[in-house]
């Protein structure tokens, strides 16, 4: 089957992962899609489900005969992708116009690094399938694996919990990431806010002594 962009509209989109095969990490990106064509509602008859799930090849799932298609479409990407990593998580924003990777380790990093974790925020626009860098302002939270990762709106994400080599996430921490055209401006704008109140208050300060 030939690919081509206006085949990738649509499915399940999974990336990365750990290879126990080879120990290593994966950097790879896969998209899922339901075989329509072949696809069948099967009835299980809940007094005979055992001889019905005998022999079968196929998946089931609840009584459902699911045909997929794999597409590996890493080379249909453009930009720099995230690092390999497992234990990340992912999430679509933007009515499903970006793919979000989030945090993750790789322990092959150690080495090099002295780190196995990530704090990176990574977005595949999945329109024109390209990676584009995120640059954080702000507070930066620690890197972290196994986190929950909740996109809010159209460009508000929540990250909750997780761990990495020195100690779980507090239950207290909950950060809040704000994307968008105007993000960074609403950003310098409430800095530069903060930094005219805390100058107002230091002035009283010195005149109240």
């Known amino acids: 089957m030939g690919l081509r962009q206006s085949n990738f509209k649509y499915g399940l989109f ?4 750990y ?3 080879t120990d290593t990490c994966l950097d790879d990106l ?10 069948e509602t099967i009835v299980v008859d809940n007094q005979d489900q055992k001889s ?4 079968r090849d196929s998946a089931y799932i609840m009584g459902y005969n699911i045909h997929l298609f794999a597409f590996n479409i890493s080379k249909h990407t ?3 992708g995230p690092v ?3 234990a ?3 999430c679509v924003i933007s009515k499903g116009k970006y793919l979000v990777i989030s945090g993750g380790r790789n322990n092959g990093l ?3 690094m002295g780190n196995i974790a990530f704090n990176d925020i990574n977005l595949l626009n999945t329109q024109t399938f390209e990676w584009e860098t995120i640059v954080m302002y702000g507070q930066i939270p620690m890197s972290r694996w196994n986190h929950c990762l909740v996109p809010v709106d159209d460009d508000r994400l929540l990250i909750f919990g997780g761990l990495n080599m020195s100690t779980y996430m507090h239950s207290s921490n909950l950060w809040v990431f704000e994307l968008g055209e105007y993000a960074v401006e609403n950003f310098l704008a409430k800095a530069n806010q903060n930094y005219t109140d805390l100058q107002a208050k230091v002035k009283q300060l010195q005149q109240a002594a």
């Open 84 to 86: 390999a990593r497992y």
């Open 88 to 90: 990340h998580q992912s």
């Open 14 to 17: 999974i990336f990365g992962g």
């Open 110 to 112: 150690y080495k090099t």
């Open 78 to 80: 453009r930009g720099r």
């Open 52 to 55: 019905f799930y005998k022999d």
């Open 19 to 21: 290879s126990s095969a």
């Open 30 to 39: 896969w998209l899922l899609q339901p075989n329509t064509k072949s696809n």
